[in-house]
């Protein structure tokens, strides 16, 4: 019984990771209609910023840069849509998606070029500390994911529907020509979006050193389990991918068990096949496919 | 005669919205049958259940003597039922012969590339379009498009075509001409079910109407009979309207509906 | 004219730079794999990878482990890539956009992670191939223009005729193709099963000329990506057009790798930013159509998709 709900409490601050870095890819999803292929390399740039930062004389503390990261990458995927994916915001779909890719390249053999393949790891003093709670190990690490996960989303949701800003981005999201003409800049709200997508993948990326070790590729499987995770939650609910992600963390750590922790990355993929195959509009939320 | 198609109690529901509730009727050889409602009365929904582009949730759809119900779109266009879209759907990277072209390839009960080619040749004659056929089908204005929709359809040799408001958006000028055009195809011997909003194109058009209102048949007849029924102005105007109508025209209040138009109550 | 040019290439290129054109060949062949799904269709298949893997592995497995003679295995490892596309065809070619997309590039990852647990093709140790006579480097050039070959044949086939129509109408409006009288499910799966044949038959080859396979190898996404990209570099749903971006973005890359080894990695992906802002509609267009390309036209194309 212990060992089982150990199991759960595990998948479920996984979840919180999954879900953390899902936020961003699933506004970015939503409203600019991109599938940012580059997404899980902005995770990994937060998570090498917090390193070097971490590393250097001052030893800035995880958590103290993580505004840090939210801020420059946020700058960086403000760029990125400005100057790049505005080009091509009205050819097909995968023009953007080929865009990402590319990007994700670049950024991928830069971060190999800058920080060499070998994993890196922050490990400041409180990072093998956990809370017992009975029989329960937590790592208090995990814990403040899944909090931040769940905090960025609640923020993000009160974001979109009480400020001007929200409410333009979420105008963008629903017709791109009626947001036009009711006056939003579109070219400066999508970077604004981009921007705000980068920024928590950046944030993101701090809290992902801190309980991973981490090479400049791990983007690749990120961006996928960003994508399941928002396809299990549902496109378009602010809440989704809080859900999806959770979802997906107890079905991994469930997995890892029954079928061994070697078939976690299959199950992954065969759960997305099955949900796009079955139920495309995910497990709560608006009709995607 | 056996009916061109008959409709058995259709439904459609999407999730818990039910958008066609039990509706049957059936559409003669040879009619023009006018499909009017206000707006989410489930008209388009109705129209792509006949097309085979939705499977309905209940009943049966019956082309000719045949059961059609839950067959996809593609073998009901090549069983006889073309249609045209609401919102204009043309090959637009296509020319205009070659959109013709590609429905009279697929659809066309007599088959060959070659016989196709003659189809379209004589079907883009007919329609007026002979001048524009070597145009990109999205470089051409909206009621030329339109009529690139009905040019494929017609290639398709239809048993039964399916207008969905094919001259909204057209000027006035350009809906006389829309107007014969659907005269013309008409004595060609094709049977139509037509959507429209305009009621002048509706009554001059139809030999018959039915009445549609939150996904039921609320009525239906002759043209004339059927816009003078009170329940159908209601659902058009709102009730204050229908007791004006009523109080205005003695002699046409429920139960007394003249001629042919008989109210089919759900 | 241009298959005599190839044919000759053996005979005067060796080593290192014949080795360098069988490459360009390969990805020749691959491009026009993808070109008939994602082109001709327009449905992006970001998981082409899948069938040129099972390709490799088949044919790995069963001339490893069974000895099969090279030729018996090759068609073999076709037909299982050909049955795998017609079985997820019908489920996965019913998603659009993005959906189909990752689902393919998901589905393609799943095959990759799903191999590592099969013992008999070594898990994750991968198969070494040995054959008794191995084919000579001139060989594999052949069999990969041969690949290159097929490919252009069955895309000339498809575009021509009505299948042609077919794709052309499901690529720009399905709903109208249905509604015509196309049944697209079935169009849409066989370009898909035709694409997959063409690169499991690569992928065969490409097994036997590197004699080892493992996942990361042969079921790479990047190898997927890269399909796309040429394929949109030449011209996406043009005969030629996948050719010309294989021929023109192979030979930069080698040229690079060659010279500037560490900033070849980042090539790929310059490329991809650059072909996607200032030619989104490939190469082939203005040559074929002969339009020109100037410095204003690439402006021109690049500034009816903005913002």
């Known amino acids: 019984m212990d060992f089982w709900l150990q199991i759960v409490a595990n998948g479920l601050l996984l979840g919180g990771v999954y879900a953390l870095s899902a936020v961003a890819f699933s506004l970015e999803w939503g409203v600019l209609n991109i599938v940012n292929l580059a997404h899980g390399s902005f995770i990994m740039l937060g998570a090498y910023l917090t390193w070097m930062l971490f590393t250097s004389p001052l030893r800035v503390d995880p958590l103290l840069s993580a505004p840090v990261d939210f801020a420059l990458l946020g700058g960086l995927g403000f760029l990125m849509q400005r100057l790049l994916l505005n080009r091509v915001m009205r050819g097909q779909f995968f023009l953007t998606l080929l865009l990402t890719f590319g990007i994700d390249q670049v950024l991928v053999n830069t971060g190999i070029l800058l920080w060499t393949a070998d994993p890196r790891a922050v490990t400041p003093a409180y990072s093998s500390r956990s809370l017992a709670l009975g029989a329960l190990t937590i790592p208090y690490t995990r814990l403040a994911v899944l909090a931040v996960a769940v905090g960025i989303t609640v923020a993000l949701a009160s974001f979109m529907r009480h400020t001007r800003l929200g409410r333009a981005i979420n105008a963008t999201g629903m017709d791109l020509d009626a947001a036009s003409l009711m006056g939003v800049r579109l070219p400066v709200v999508f970077a604004l979006t981009m921007g705000l997508g980068c920024g928590l993948a950046g944030l993101a990326g701090a809290f992902y050193s801190l309980n991973f070790p981490f090479s400049p590729q791990i983007g690749g499987d990120l961006t996928l389990r960003a994508f399941v995770v928002t396809c299990l939650g549902g496109l378009g609910n602010m809440y989704g991918p809080l859900l999806g992600g959770l979802a997906l963390g107890m079905v991994e750590s469930v997995a890892s068990v029954v079928v061994g922790s070697g078939a976690v990355d299959a199950t992954a993929f065969v759960i997305l096949v099955l949900i796009l195959a079955l139920r495309p509009q995910g497990l709560g939320g608006r009709a995607v496919a | ?266 | 004219m241009l298959a005599a040019a190839a044919a000759a290439v053996p005979g005067v290129l060796s080593g290192y730079a014949l080795r360098e054109a069988t490459t360009i060949l390969m990805f020749m062949a691959l491009a026009l794999s993808w070109n008939l799904i994602g082109g001709l269709c327009g449905y992006p298949s970001f998981g082409n990878v899948a069938f040129f893997g099972i390709g490799a592995y088949a044919t790995a497995g069963l001339v490893a482990n069974l000895h099969w003679p090279f030729g018996a295995a090759l068609a073999a490892a076709a037909a299982a890539a050909v049955a795998f596309a017609a079985a997820i065809g019908p489920v996965v070619l019913r998603l659009h956009g993005h959906y189909f997309a990752i689902a393919t590039l998901g589905t393609a990852q799943a095959l990759g992670q799903i191999v590592i647990m099969v013992p008999w093709v070594g898990g994750p140790n991968g198969v070494i191939l040995r054959v008794p006579f191995a084919p000579s480097a001139a060989d594999f050039y052949y069999y990969m223009a041969g690949a290159v070959a097929a490919a252009l044949l069955i895309t000339y086939a498809v575009l021509r005729g009505s299948w042609g129509y077919a794709c052309r109408m499901i690529r720009q409006d399905e709903v109208a193709a249905a509604a015509s009288g196309v049944n697209t499910t079935f169009y849409k799966t066989a370009c898909w099963a035709l694409s997959g044949f063409v690169a499991a038959l690569v992928g065969g080859v490409y097994a036997l000329w590197i004699t080892f396979v493992n996942p990361p190898s042969v079921f790479d996404p990047v190898i997927s990506l890269t399909m796309v990209v040429l394929a949109l570099v030449g011209g996406a749903g043009t005969l030629w057009g996948p050719v010309l971006g294989a021929f023109v973005v192979e030979n930069i890359d080698q040229y690079l790798w060659a010279r500037l080894l560490t900033a070849h990695t980042l090539f790929l992906g310059v490329v991809i930013v650059v072909i996607v802002l200032f030619l989104p509609r490939g190469l082939w267009p203005y040559l074929a159509g002969g339009e020109g390309l100037t410095w204003r036209s690439l402006f021109e194309g690049a500034r009816r998709l903005r913002v």
Do not use: C
């Open chain 2, 1 to 266: 005669m056996t009916p061109a198609l008959r409709l058995e109690g259709v439904s459609k529901s999407f999730g818990g919205l039910q958008a066609v509730r039990d509706v049957s009727f059936e559409l003669h050889q040879g009619e023009i049958l006018g499909l009017i409602g206000p707006n989410g009365a489930g008209k388009t929904t109705l129209i792509n259940l006949i097309a085979g582009a939705y499977r309905p949730t209940g009943g049966r759809i019956v082309l000719g003597a045949r059961d059609v119900t839950g067959r996809p779109p593609y073998v009901l266009a090549r069983l006889g039922v073309a249609r045209t879209f609401q919102i204009v759907r043309v090959f637009k990277e296509m020319t205009v012969w070659d959109n013709v072209v590609g429905g009279a390839l697929f659809a066309g009960r007599s088959g060959g590339a070659h016989r196709a080619r003659e189809r379209a040749a004589a079907t883009l004659e007919f329609v007026g379009l002979g001048a524009l056929a070597h145009r990109r089908a999205g470089d051409i204005g909206l009621a030329e498009q339109k009529r690139v929709q009905l040019a494929r359809a017609l290639a398709m040799q239809p048993a039964v075509l399916l207008l969905d408001e094919a001259m909204a958006g057209l000027t006035h000028g350009e809906i006389h001409a829309a107007l014969e055009l659907v005269r013309a195809v008409h004595r060609r011997g094709v049977t139509l079910i037509v959507i429209e909003h305009l009621m002048k194109v509706i009554m001059e058009l139809s030999h018959r109407v039915i009445v549609m209102h939150h996904g039921r048949v609320l009525a239906q007849g002759r043209p004339a009979d059927v816009v003078a029924d009170p329940q159908v102005v209601a659902a058009y105007f709102g009730e204050r309207y229908s007791h004006r109508a009523v109080r205005t025209r003695p002699g046409a209040g429920p139960g007394d509906a003249p001629g042919e138009g008989r109210r089919v109550t759900p």
